[in-house]
Protein backbone atom coordinates (compact mmCIF):
# COMPACT_ATOMS: atom_id res chain seq x y z
CA UNK A 1 0.00 0.00 0.00
CA UNK A 2 1.00 3.42 -0.32
CA UNK A 3 0.71 6.37 1.91
CA UNK A 4 1.81 9.33 -0.16
CA UNK A 5 -0.14 11.81 1.35
CA UNK A 6 2.44 13.66 2.69
CA UNK A 7 4.36 14.53 -0.21
CA UNK A 8 5.62 17.91 -0.26
CA UNK A 9 3.92 19.94 -3.37
CA UNK A 10 5.84 20.32 -6.26
CA UNK A 11 7.00 24.51 -7.06
CA UNK A 12 7.93 25.02 -10.39
CA UNK A 13 9.05 28.54 -11.93
CA UNK A 14 8.75 30.94 -14.84
CA UNK A 15 10.11 34.19 -14.95
CA UNK A 16 8.53 36.94 -13.20
CA UNK A 17 6.08 38.78 -14.99
CA UNK A 18 6.65 42.49 -16.74
CA UNK A 19 3.93 45.61 -16.31
CA UNK A 20 4.15 48.88 -17.86
CA UNK A 21 2.62 51.92 -16.89
CA UNK A 22 1.61 54.79 -19.19
CA UNK A 23 -1.29 57.36 -18.80
CA UNK A 24 -3.25 58.02 -21.82
CA UNK A 25 -6.17 60.47 -22.88
CA UNK A 26 -9.66 60.20 -23.67
CA UNK A 27 -10.60 58.96 -27.59
CA UNK A 28 -14.40 58.34 -29.35
CA UNK A 29 -16.29 54.68 -28.57
CA UNK A 30 -17.72 53.12 -31.49
CA UNK A 31 -20.94 51.41 -29.69
CA UNK A 32 -20.92 47.52 -30.24
CA UNK A 33 -24.01 45.43 -30.67
CA UNK A 34 -25.35 44.47 -27.42
CA UNK A 35 -24.91 40.80 -26.80
CA UNK A 36 -27.01 38.79 -24.70
CA UNK A 37 -26.08 38.46 -21.07
CA UNK A 38 -23.79 35.64 -20.73
CA UNK A 39 -22.17 34.12 -17.60
CA UNK A 40 -18.48 34.48 -17.10
CA UNK A 41 -17.75 31.76 -14.52
CA UNK A 42 -17.19 28.07 -15.16
CA UNK A 43 -19.70 27.59 -11.84
CA UNK A 44 -22.18 30.13 -13.31
CA UNK A 45 -22.21 27.85 -16.99
CA UNK A 46 -22.48 24.62 -14.94
CA UNK A 47 -25.07 26.23 -12.65
CA UNK A 48 -27.31 27.44 -15.80
CA UNK A 49 -27.06 24.06 -16.39
CA UNK A 50 -28.33 22.43 -12.95
CA UNK A 51 -24.65 20.71 -12.68
CA UNK A 52 -21.79 21.49 -10.13
CA UNK A 53 -18.28 22.00 -11.68
CA UNK A 54 -15.52 20.81 -8.80
CA UNK A 55 -11.93 20.96 -7.83
CA UNK A 56 -9.76 18.96 -5.51
CA UNK A 57 -8.51 21.63 -2.41
CA UNK A 58 -5.62 21.65 -0.03
CA UNK A 59 -6.38 23.92 2.23
CA UNK A 60 -3.26 25.44 2.53
CA UNK A 61 -2.91 26.59 -0.86
CA UNK A 62 -5.32 28.99 -0.07
CA UNK A 63 -3.09 30.98 1.67
CA UNK A 64 -2.11 32.39 -1.86
CA UNK A 65 -4.40 34.87 -3.06
CA UNK A 66 -4.43 33.98 -7.09
CA UNK A 67 -5.70 30.46 -5.73
CA UNK A 68 -8.02 31.26 -3.26
CA UNK A 69 -9.76 33.80 -6.03
CA UNK A 70 -9.94 30.91 -8.31
CA UNK A 71 -11.33 28.74 -6.21
CA UNK A 72 -13.81 30.92 -4.60
CA UNK A 73 -15.33 32.14 -8.46
CA UNK A 74 -14.75 29.82 -10.60
CA UNK A 75 -16.16 25.98 -8.48
CA UNK A 76 -19.78 25.74 -7.13
CA UNK A 77 -18.27 22.13 -5.58
CA UNK A 78 -15.40 21.12 -3.40
CA UNK A 79 -13.78 17.94 -2.79
CA UNK A 80 -11.09 17.41 -0.21
CA UNK A 81 -7.65 16.38 -2.38
CA UNK A 82 -6.36 14.48 0.30
CA UNK A 83 -7.93 15.44 4.08
CA UNK A 84 -11.02 12.83 3.98
CA UNK A 85 -9.04 10.24 3.11
CA UNK A 86 -8.46 7.23 5.46
CA UNK A 87 -4.64 7.85 6.49
CA UNK A 88 -5.32 11.23 7.54
CA UNK A 89 -9.09 10.70 9.31
CA UNK A 90 -8.22 8.04 11.36
CA UNK A 91 -4.46 7.46 12.11
CA UNK A 92 -4.86 5.27 14.65
CA UNK A 93 -7.42 3.22 14.98
CA UNK A 94 -10.88 4.29 16.49
CA UNK A 95 -9.02 7.42 16.61
CA UNK A 96 -10.51 10.36 14.63
CA UNK A 97 -8.70 13.22 13.75
CA UNK A 98 -11.23 15.61 11.14
CA UNK A 99 -9.14 18.80 11.24
CA UNK A 100 -7.86 18.84 8.10
CA UNK A 101 -11.20 17.63 6.65
CA UNK A 102 -13.09 19.91 8.41
CA UNK A 103 -11.21 23.06 6.89
CA UNK A 104 -11.94 21.78 3.31
CA UNK A 105 -16.00 21.50 4.96
CA UNK A 106 -16.10 25.06 6.29
CA UNK A 107 -14.29 26.25 2.95
CA UNK A 108 -17.63 24.46 1.31
CA UNK A 109 -19.93 25.76 3.69
CA UNK A 110 -18.48 29.36 3.54
CA UNK A 111 -18.94 29.76 -0.14
CA UNK A 112 -21.74 28.11 -0.78
CA UNK A 113 -20.72 25.50 -2.18
CA UNK A 114 -21.23 21.62 -2.52
CA UNK A 115 -18.99 19.45 -0.91
CA UNK A 116 -18.31 16.14 -1.96
CA UNK A 117 -16.45 13.63 -0.03
CA UNK A 118 -13.71 11.79 -1.12
CA UNK A 119 -12.98 8.84 0.24
CA UNK A 120 -14.19 6.00 2.60
CA UNK A 121 -12.35 2.96 1.03
CA UNK A 122 -9.59 3.08 -0.83
CA UNK A 123 -6.34 0.52 -1.68
CA UNK A 124 -3.78 3.53 -1.11
CA UNK A 125 -3.71 6.61 1.44
CA UNK A 126 -5.27 4.68 4.37
CA UNK A 127 -2.96 4.57 7.77
CA UNK A 128 -0.63 1.41 8.55
CA UNK A 129 -2.83 0.01 11.66
CA UNK A 130 -4.94 -1.73 8.95
CA UNK A 131 -1.89 -3.39 7.54
CA UNK A 132 -1.68 -5.00 10.91
CA UNK A 133 -5.43 -6.70 10.79
CA UNK A 134 -4.77 -10.13 9.45
CA UNK A 135 -8.43 -11.70 10.34
CA UNK A 136 -10.90 -10.35 7.78
CA UNK A 137 -13.96 -10.66 10.14
CA UNK A 138 -11.69 -8.03 12.48
CA UNK A 139 -10.99 -5.86 9.05
CA UNK A 140 -14.58 -5.73 8.16
CA UNK A 141 -15.10 -4.50 11.84
CA UNK A 142 -12.75 -1.94 11.39
CA UNK A 143 -13.43 -0.64 7.77
CA UNK A 144 -17.08 -0.43 8.89
CA UNK A 145 -16.05 1.55 11.88
CA UNK A 146 -14.12 3.98 9.48
CA UNK A 147 -16.92 4.37 7.13
CA UNK A 148 -19.22 4.86 10.13
CA UNK A 149 -17.85 7.71 11.75
CA UNK A 150 -16.49 9.66 8.88
CA UNK A 151 -19.69 9.35 7.24
CA UNK A 152 -21.83 10.65 10.26
CA UNK A 153 -19.21 12.83 11.01
CA UNK A 154 -19.63 14.73 7.73
CA UNK A 155 -23.56 13.82 7.42
CA UNK A 156 -25.57 17.14 6.42
CA UNK A 157 -22.68 18.77 4.75
CA UNK A 158 -21.37 16.15 1.89
CA UNK A 159 -23.80 15.47 -0.70
CA UNK A 160 -22.06 12.45 -2.24
CA UNK A 161 -19.31 9.92 -1.21
CA UNK A 162 -17.10 7.97 -3.19
CA UNK A 163 -17.72 5.24 -0.74
CA UNK A 164 -15.01 2.71 -2.31
CA UNK A 165 -12.26 3.84 -4.84
CA UNK A 166 -10.46 2.20 -7.09
CA UNK A 167 -11.71 -1.48 -6.84
CA UNK A 168 -11.28 -2.85 -9.53
CA UNK A 169 -8.24 -3.96 -12.25
CA UNK A 170 -8.43 -2.58 -15.93
CA UNK A 171 -9.18 -6.62 -16.99
CA UNK A 172 -12.41 -6.00 -14.91
CA UNK A 173 -11.12 -8.50 -12.21
CA UNK A 174 -11.17 -7.27 -8.40
CA UNK A 175 -8.33 -5.55 -7.35
CA UNK A 176 -6.78 -7.67 -5.20
CA UNK A 177 -6.42 -5.02 -2.58
CA UNK A 178 -6.51 -5.76 1.58
CA UNK A 179 -10.05 -5.42 1.41
CA UNK A 180 -10.61 -7.91 -1.21
CA UNK A 181 -8.41 -10.60 0.11
CA UNK A 182 -9.17 -10.18 3.69
CA UNK A 183 -12.73 -9.65 3.65
CA UNK A 184 -13.85 -11.03 0.00
CA UNK A 185 -16.22 -9.91 -2.29
CA UNK A 186 -18.44 -8.71 0.25
CA UNK A 187 -16.35 -5.61 1.24
CA UNK A 188 -17.38 -3.09 -1.29
CA UNK A 189 -21.72 -3.96 -0.42
CA UNK A 190 -20.76 -3.75 3.31
CA UNK A 191 -19.44 -0.60 2.87
CA UNK A 192 -21.98 0.98 0.97
CA UNK A 193 -24.86 -0.08 3.37
CA UNK A 194 -22.34 2.02 6.48
CA UNK A 195 -22.25 4.64 4.73
CA UNK A 196 -25.90 4.53 4.01
CA UNK A 197 -26.79 3.84 7.45
CA UNK A 198 -24.24 6.34 8.76
CA UNK A 199 -25.77 9.28 6.19
CA UNK A 200 -29.00 8.11 4.94
CA UNK A 201 -28.98 11.76 2.71
CA UNK A 202 -25.66 11.45 1.18
CA UNK A 203 -25.39 10.21 -2.71
CA UNK A 204 -23.48 6.73 -2.41
CA UNK A 205 -20.59 6.49 -5.25
CA UNK A 206 -18.30 4.08 -6.81
CA UNK A 207 -15.13 5.57 -8.40
CA UNK A 208 -12.34 4.70 -10.67
CA UNK A 209 -10.39 5.65 -13.59
CA UNK A 210 -9.51 4.02 -16.90
CA UNK A 211 -12.76 3.18 -17.06
CA UNK A 212 -14.02 6.64 -18.75
CA UNK A 213 -14.57 4.18 -22.13
CA UNK A 214 -16.44 1.49 -22.51
CA UNK A 215 -14.50 -1.18 -21.89
CA UNK A 216 -13.45 -4.52 -19.41
CA UNK A 217 -12.90 -1.99 -16.26
CA UNK A 218 -15.83 0.23 -16.93
CA UNK A 219 -18.17 -3.01 -17.74
CA UNK A 220 -17.30 -4.47 -14.31
CA UNK A 221 -18.29 -1.26 -12.70
CA UNK A 222 -21.81 -1.50 -14.70
CA UNK A 223 -22.32 -5.13 -13.82
CA UNK A 224 -21.18 -4.17 -10.38
CA UNK A 225 -24.21 -1.45 -10.07
CA UNK A 226 -26.67 -3.67 -12.23
CA UNK A 227 -26.35 -6.54 -9.03
CA UNK A 228 -26.54 -3.66 -6.14
CA UNK A 229 -29.78 -2.38 -7.97
CA UNK A 230 -31.69 -5.41 -8.14
CA UNK A 231 -30.31 -7.03 -4.89
CA UNK A 232 -31.37 -3.72 -2.70
CA UNK A 233 -27.71 -2.42 -1.94
CA UNK A 234 -27.33 0.95 -1.87
CA UNK A 235 -26.04 2.90 -4.81
CA UNK A 236 -26.59 6.45 -6.67
CA UNK A 237 -23.46 7.26 -8.32
CA UNK A 238 -20.61 6.35 -10.65
CA UNK A 239 -17.88 8.37 -10.89
CA UNK A 240 -15.51 8.45 -13.55
CA UNK A 241 -11.71 9.83 -12.64
CA UNK A 242 -11.00 10.80 -16.03
CA UNK A 243 -6.75 11.27 -15.46
CA UNK A 244 -6.47 11.80 -19.47
CA UNK A 245 -3.34 11.88 -21.80
CA UNK A 246 -3.42 14.57 -24.09
CA UNK A 247 -5.35 13.54 -27.55
CA UNK A 248 -6.74 10.90 -25.64
CA UNK A 249 -10.75 11.56 -24.43
CA UNK A 250 -12.60 8.46 -25.63
CA UNK A 251 -14.62 8.57 -28.35
CA UNK A 252 -17.33 7.03 -26.64
CA UNK A 253 -17.02 9.00 -23.13
CA UNK A 254 -20.82 10.47 -23.46
CA UNK A 255 -22.05 6.51 -24.64
CA UNK A 256 -20.76 4.96 -21.75
CA UNK A 257 -21.96 8.23 -19.07
CA UNK A 258 -25.20 6.96 -20.97
CA UNK A 259 -25.19 3.74 -20.39
CA UNK A 260 -24.57 3.90 -16.43
CA UNK A 261 -27.17 6.77 -16.38
CA UNK A 262 -29.82 4.37 -17.87
CA UNK A 263 -29.34 1.87 -14.85
CA UNK A 264 -30.71 5.00 -12.84
CA UNK A 265 -27.19 5.80 -11.46
CA UNK A 266 -25.88 10.13 -11.13
CA UNK A 267 -23.04 9.74 -12.87
CA UNK A 268 -20.01 12.53 -12.73
CA UNK A 269 -16.59 13.51 -13.82
CA UNK A 270 -14.37 13.28 -10.77
CA UNK A 271 -10.91 13.72 -10.73
CA UNK A 272 -10.49 15.51 -14.36
CA UNK A 273 -7.08 16.47 -15.57
CA UNK A 274 -5.70 15.80 -19.05
CA UNK A 275 -1.38 15.36 -18.93
CA UNK A 276 1.20 16.40 -21.72
CA UNK A 277 4.76 16.53 -22.34
CA UNK A 278 6.49 19.21 -20.53
CA UNK A 279 7.37 21.67 -21.28
CA UNK A 280 3.99 22.42 -23.04
CA UNK A 281 3.45 24.25 -26.48
CA UNK A 282 0.65 26.39 -28.11
CA UNK A 283 -0.24 23.28 -30.06
CA UNK A 284 -0.44 20.71 -27.27
CA UNK A 285 -2.24 23.13 -25.11
CA UNK A 286 -4.51 23.63 -27.98
CA UNK A 287 -5.40 20.25 -27.99
CA UNK A 288 -5.66 19.89 -24.61
CA UNK A 289 -8.26 23.03 -25.19
CA UNK A 290 -10.74 20.42 -27.00
CA UNK A 291 -9.88 17.46 -24.73
CA UNK A 292 -11.47 19.67 -22.08
CA UNK A 293 -14.08 20.76 -24.21
CA UNK A 294 -14.92 17.44 -24.91
CA UNK A 295 -15.32 15.59 -21.28
CA UNK A 296 -17.40 18.85 -20.15
CA UNK A 297 -19.34 18.02 -23.23
CA UNK A 298 -20.12 14.62 -23.00
CA UNK A 299 -21.46 15.72 -19.15
CA UNK A 300 -23.42 18.50 -20.75
CA UNK A 301 -25.47 16.10 -23.31
CA UNK A 302 -26.33 13.44 -19.85
CA UNK A 303 -28.83 14.14 -18.19
CA UNK A 304 -27.55 12.37 -14.73
CA UNK A 305 -24.39 13.78 -15.13
CA UNK A 306 -23.85 15.79 -12.04
CA UNK A 307 -20.85 18.37 -13.01
CA UNK A 308 -17.15 17.42 -13.65
CA UNK A 309 -14.80 18.02 -10.88
CA UNK A 310 -11.10 18.79 -11.62
CA UNK A 311 -8.37 17.46 -9.69
CA UNK A 312 -6.71 20.91 -8.99
CA UNK A 313 -6.18 24.35 -10.09
CA UNK A 314 -2.73 25.36 -10.89
CA UNK A 315 -0.15 23.02 -12.96
CA UNK A 316 1.39 24.61 -9.65
CA UNK A 317 0.13 22.51 -7.31
CA UNK A 318 -0.61 19.06 -9.11
CA UNK A 319 -0.25 15.31 -8.39
CA UNK A 320 0.63 14.68 -12.24
CA UNK A 321 4.33 15.60 -12.27
CA UNK A 322 5.26 13.52 -9.22
CA UNK A 323 3.50 10.14 -10.20
CA UNK A 324 3.97 10.21 -14.40
CA UNK A 325 7.55 10.90 -14.79
CA UNK A 326 7.69 13.90 -17.70
CA UNK A 327 4.45 14.72 -17.86
CA UNK A 328 2.57 17.77 -16.61
CA UNK A 329 0.30 21.04 -17.59
CA UNK A 330 -2.61 18.48 -16.94
CA UNK A 331 -4.94 21.47 -15.00
CA UNK A 332 -6.92 24.64 -16.14
CA UNK A 333 -4.36 27.62 -15.06
CA UNK A 334 -0.60 27.75 -15.44
CA UNK A 335 1.71 27.23 -12.52
CA UNK A 336 1.43 31.96 -12.70
CA UNK A 337 -2.55 30.86 -12.63
CA UNK A 338 -2.76 32.10 -16.00
CA UNK A 339 -6.10 30.79 -17.65
CA UNK A 340 -5.04 28.50 -20.24
CA UNK A 341 -6.75 27.28 -23.43
CA UNK A 342 -8.39 24.47 -21.52
CA UNK A 343 -10.19 26.86 -19.99
CA UNK A 344 -12.32 28.27 -22.99
CA UNK A 345 -12.98 24.47 -23.57
CA UNK A 346 -13.62 23.46 -20.64
CA UNK A 347 -16.45 27.07 -20.66
CA UNK A 348 -17.80 25.96 -23.93
CA UNK A 349 -18.32 22.43 -23.60
CA UNK A 350 -20.79 23.79 -20.79
CA UNK A 351 -22.13 26.48 -22.79
CA UNK A 352 -20.11 29.14 -22.60
CA UNK A 353 -19.22 30.20 -26.43
CA UNK A 354 -15.61 31.28 -27.81
CA UNK A 355 -16.86 31.82 -30.97
CA UNK A 356 -16.53 35.40 -32.19
CA UNK A 357 -20.25 36.86 -32.11
CA UNK A 358 -22.10 37.74 -35.29
CA UNK A 359 -21.75 41.25 -36.12
CA UNK A 360 -24.98 43.18 -36.18
CA UNK A 361 -25.79 46.91 -37.07
CA UNK A 362 -23.30 48.95 -35.52
CA UNK A 363 -24.95 51.58 -33.05
CA UNK A 364 -24.39 55.33 -33.30
CA UNK A 365 -21.08 56.54 -32.82
CA UNK A 366 -20.75 58.05 -28.78
CA UNK A 367 -18.22 59.93 -27.19
CA UNK A 368 -16.57 58.12 -24.63
CA UNK A 369 -15.49 59.54 -21.28
CA UNK A 370 -11.82 59.48 -20.53
CA UNK A 371 -9.74 57.02 -18.51
CA UNK A 372 -13.12 54.77 -18.79
CA UNK A 373 -10.91 51.61 -19.30
CA UNK A 374 -7.63 50.33 -17.57
CA UNK A 375 -6.08 47.93 -18.30
CA UNK A 376 -2.91 45.59 -17.43
CA UNK A 377 -1.01 43.02 -19.30
CA UNK A 378 1.43 40.54 -17.59
CA UNK A 379 4.17 38.30 -19.12
CA UNK A 380 5.97 35.51 -18.77
CA UNK A 381 8.14 34.63 -21.46
CA UNK A 382 11.02 32.54 -22.43
CA UNK A 383 13.87 32.24 -25.26
CA UNK A 384 11.41 33.43 -27.67
CA UNK A 385 8.54 32.72 -26.95
CA UNK A 386 5.65 34.25 -23.78
CA UNK A 387 2.31 33.80 -22.90
CA UNK A 388 0.67 37.08 -22.01
CA UNK A 389 -2.72 37.86 -19.44
CA UNK A 390 -4.38 40.66 -20.00
CA UNK A 391 -6.84 42.59 -17.83
CA UNK A 392 -9.47 44.73 -18.93
CA UNK A 393 -11.45 46.99 -16.22
CA UNK A 394 -14.47 49.08 -17.17
CA UNK A 395 -13.51 51.98 -14.93
CA UNK A 396 -16.76 54.20 -16.12
CA UNK A 397 -20.13 54.13 -14.83
CA UNK A 398 -21.86 52.51 -17.40
CA UNK A 399 -22.15 49.13 -18.44
CA UNK A 400 -20.38 47.89 -21.45
CA UNK A 401 -21.26 45.35 -23.45
CA UNK A 402 -19.04 43.29 -26.12
CA UNK A 403 -15.83 45.12 -26.14
CA UNK A 404 -12.85 45.18 -28.82
CA UNK A 405 -9.41 45.85 -27.14
CA UNK A 406 -6.66 46.85 -29.51
CA UNK A 407 -2.67 47.47 -29.29
CA UNK A 408 0.61 47.77 -31.01
CA UNK A 409 3.25 45.66 -30.77
CA UNK A 410 6.43 47.19 -31.43
CA UNK A 411 8.77 44.58 -31.75
CA UNK A 412 7.91 42.17 -34.40
CA UNK A 413 5.70 39.92 -31.33
CA UNK A 414 3.33 37.78 -33.44
CA UNK A 415 0.24 36.28 -31.31
CA UNK A 416 -0.04 32.58 -32.22
CA UNK A 417 -2.87 31.42 -29.58
CA UNK A 418 -5.48 32.97 -27.79
CA UNK A 419 -7.97 31.98 -24.97
CA UNK A 420 -10.85 33.86 -23.39
CA UNK A 421 -10.99 36.34 -26.38
CA UNK A 422 -10.83 36.40 -30.60
CA UNK A 423 -7.32 37.52 -31.25
CA UNK A 424 -6.35 39.00 -34.39
CA UNK A 425 -3.30 40.46 -35.77
CA UNK A 426 -2.49 42.57 -38.83
CA UNK A 427 1.69 43.75 -38.86
CA UNK A 428 2.02 45.50 -35.85
CA UNK A 429 -1.76 46.45 -34.80
CA UNK A 430 -3.29 43.20 -32.39
CA UNK A 431 -6.96 43.76 -31.99
CA UNK A 432 -9.05 41.37 -29.18
CA UNK A 433 -12.76 40.76 -29.16
CA UNK A 434 -14.51 39.23 -26.22
CA UNK A 435 -15.70 35.82 -26.24
CA UNK A 436 -19.78 35.72 -26.15
CA UNK A 437 -19.44 34.70 -22.25
CA UNK A 438 -17.33 37.62 -21.35
CA UNK A 439 -19.02 40.48 -23.31
CA UNK A 440 -20.74 42.19 -20.27
CA UNK A 441 -18.51 44.12 -18.39
CA UNK A 442 -20.42 45.95 -15.55
CA UNK A 443 -19.27 49.41 -14.49
CA UNK A 444 -16.37 48.57 -12.35
CA UNK A 445 -16.41 44.95 -13.46
CA UNK A 446 -13.24 43.46 -15.36
CA UNK A 447 -11.96 40.21 -17.42
CA UNK A 448 -8.68 38.58 -18.48
CA UNK A 449 -7.68 36.97 -21.08
CA UNK A 450 -4.70 35.59 -22.73
CA UNK A 451 -2.44 34.37 -25.43
CA UNK A 452 0.75 32.64 -26.28
CA UNK A 453 3.26 34.70 -28.56
CA UNK A 454 6.82 34.21 -30.32
CA UNK A 455 9.48 37.36 -30.11
CA UNK A 456 12.71 37.76 -31.40
CA UNK A 457 14.47 38.63 -27.98
CA UNK A 458 13.06 41.97 -27.30
CA UNK A 459 9.55 41.70 -25.80
CA UNK A 460 8.18 44.94 -24.47
CA UNK A 461 4.99 45.23 -23.39
CA UNK A 462 2.47 47.48 -25.14
CA UNK A 463 2.66 51.05 -24.35
CA UNK A 464 -1.08 52.51 -25.23
CA UNK A 465 -4.29 50.57 -25.50
CA UNK A 466 -7.85 51.72 -26.69
CA UNK A 467 -11.25 49.83 -25.72
CA UNK A 468 -14.24 50.34 -28.13
CA UNK A 469 -11.80 52.92 -29.60
CA UNK A 470 -11.57 55.04 -26.53
CA UNK A 471 -7.66 55.39 -24.97
CA UNK A 472 -7.40 53.04 -21.86
CA UNK A 473 -5.12 53.90 -18.52
CA UNK A 474 -2.25 51.46 -18.54
CA UNK A 475 -2.42 49.83 -15.25
C1 LIG B 1 -3.79 11.96 -5.14
C2 LIG B 1 -3.49 13.35 -4.61
O1 LIG B 1 -3.75 14.28 -5.63
C3 LIG B 1 -2.06 13.45 -4.15
O2 LIG B 1 -1.83 14.69 -3.50
C4 LIG B 1 -1.72 12.31 -3.21
O3 LIG B 1 -0.34 12.36 -2.90
C5 LIG B 1 -2.07 10.98 -3.83
O4 LIG B 1 -3.44 10.97 -4.21
N1 LIG B 1 -6.95 8.90 -7.71
C6 LIG B 1 -7.60 9.34 -6.59
C7 LIG B 1 -7.07 10.51 -5.83
O5 LIG B 1 -8.71 8.86 -6.30
O6 LIG B 1 -7.33 10.41 -4.46
C8 LIG B 1 -5.58 10.66 -6.03
O7 LIG B 1 -5.17 11.86 -5.40
C9 LIG B 1 -5.24 10.66 -7.50
C10 LIG B 1 -5.66 9.36 -8.13
Redesign the pocket.
Known sequence: M?D????P?RRHRRPLSVAAAVLLAAGAAIAIPQLAEAATTLQSLAAAKGKTVGF?L?SSYLSESAYKNIADTEFNLVVA??AM?WSSTEPSRNSFTYAAGDQVADYAASGGKQLYG??LV?H??YPSWVDGISSGTDLLAAMKNHVTNVAQHYAGKVTAW?VV??AFEDNGSRRQSIFQTRIGNTYIEEAFKAARAADPAAKLCI?D?STDAVNAKSTAIYNLVQDFKARGIPIDCVGF?A?LILGQVPSDLQANLQRFANLGVDVRI??LDVRMTTPSDASELATQKSDFQKVFTACANVTRCTGVTV??LTDKY??VP??FSGYGAALIWDENYGKKPAYDGAAAGFGGTTTTPTPTTPGPTTPAPAGACAVSYAVNQWNTGFTATVTVRNTGSSAINGWTLTWSYTAGQTVTQAWSATVTQSGSAVTATNAAWNAALPAGGSTSFGFNGTHGGSNPAPAAYTLNGAACTVA
Open positions: TDSKRPATENKHTWQQDNENYQHTEWGSWDV
